[in-house]
Nanobody
């Protein structure tokens, strides 16, 4: 079945960097667009972070543009989120997502904490 498994979260100081990974299985990864979302603590709504299409073209939310980079390795069925110049407001659980028709498939998320 479809499975998305994120990893790479952790604690980092402001200005630091992290790279998150999303391992995909159960579907033909290279044929699907992929997205990253995040949900900050305190019951905030989940927020779209960015997107990469099948050909590698990416789009980003304004809040992360210029700091975050999404990439993919279709040979390894992997999605990445490189995060630089992290800020406390980037603290959240980050999840990868893809869509099959009208149905979304999500990973379980990986927590990122940015704090001094």
């Amino acid at each position: 079945q479809v499975q998305l498994v994120e990893s790479g979260g952790g604690s980092v100081q402001p200005g630091g960097s992290l790279t998150l990974s999303c391992a995909a299985s159960g579907f033909t990864f290279r044929n699907f667009d992929m997205s990253w979302y995040r949900q900050a603590p305190g019951g905030k709504e989940r927020e779209w972070v960015g997107y990469i299409d099948k050909s590698g073209v990416s789009l980003y939310a304004g809040s992360v543009e210029g700091r975050f980079t999404i990439s993919r390795d279709n040979a390894q069925n992997m999605l990445y989120l490189q995060m630089n110049d992290l800020k406390p407001e980037d603290t959240a659980v980050y999840s990868c997502k893809t869509r099959f028709g009208f149905s979304d498939s999500w990973g379980q998320g990986t927590r990122v904490t940015v704090s001094s």
